[in-house]
């Protein structure tokens, strides 16, 4: 299951200066919410290799955010909470923190911050086996991906869903995800999406045994890489048609 820590916070911040105007007052509340950003920034960087100093440097911006009814600075500190969490395994402090950051993503009506969140509820409860919930959260994540027309984490969203119905042994319902992931990544435009797509099109069609039709795909997605000049999916696609030939017991075509 791959993780979506690939999460992109844009910030915006207006400056402006003349030596021909009189210099405007400084809004400390924004200077703030500014350096608020900041950190919740530096914070990021160090989720993954440093989750405890993630966490101490959080626990700043929350209160900080807290003080000023920054609620967009809270929503961020209580996701990227659960984030370190659960690079930490505390599978439970991740969903007690992410439950809260989508509790304040609901009251600024920010649907992109909320779909996010509602995805990594899912993975967190799919690594502690609540797979039926992982679930429940990643079909809402799903819906307001495609309302906000979110086409790059509508895959991942997808890819989810089909990574959660095959643990559930409901592998049938991955024929119509994996073809409603290829029209998503192909909204995106972007190669490595839509080559990615092909790829695990045709990974479930080797888990299904099919496997003409997983070189098909492969064939596809090697195809669109090739164009995009793309090693790492170039190299994906010809290890899988490798495989699916071994399967079909065609040595030299595999070696």
Not at 74 to 82: A, I, K
Not at 136 to 164: H, M, V, W
Not at 201 to 213: E, F, P, R, T
Request: net charge negative.
């Amino acid at each position: 299951m791959k993780l979506f820590l690939g999460i992109f916070i844009l910030y915006a911040c207006t400056t402006a200066s003349s030596c021909y105007r009189k210099p405007e007052k400084i809004d400390i509340h924004s200077v703030d919410t500014i350096s608020i950003n900041e950190k919740i920034r530096n914070a990021v960087s160090m989720v993954r290799k440093n989750p405890d100093s993630a966490i101490i440097c959080l626990h700043q911006t929350l209160n900080n955010s807290d003080s000023l009814n920054y609620f967009s600075g809270t929503g961020d500190s209580y996701e990227f909470l659960g984030m370190a969490h659960f690079y930490k395994f505390n599978y439970d402090s991740a969903k007690y923190y992410h439950l809260k950051a989508l509790s304040e993503f609901e009251r600024t009506g920010n649907l992109n911050r909320k779909g996010l969140v509602l995805l990594s509820l899912s993975y967190d409860y799919s690594v502690t086996h609540e797979l039926q919930k992982a679930l429940e959260f990643a079909e809402q994540s799903r819906k307001l991906f495609e309302t906000t027309g979110n086409y790059i984490n509508l895959c991942d969203c997808i890819e989810g869903l089909a990574y959660l119905h095959k643990q559930l042994n409901q592998s049938w319902v991955n024929d119509s995800l994996m073809k409603e992931l290829i029209e998503a990544a192909e909204k995106t435009g972007n190669s490595r999406n839509i080559a990615n797509s092909y790829y695990n099109q045709g990974s479930h069609y080797v888990d299904q045994g099919y496997m003409n039709l997983a070189i098909e795909a492969f064939y596809k997605s090697l195809s669109i890489a090739e164009k995009s000049g793309d090693s790492v999916e170039i190299a994906n696609a010809m290890g899988s048609v490798g495989l699916a030939n071994l399967y079909l017991e065609d040595y030299s075509k595999a070696i």
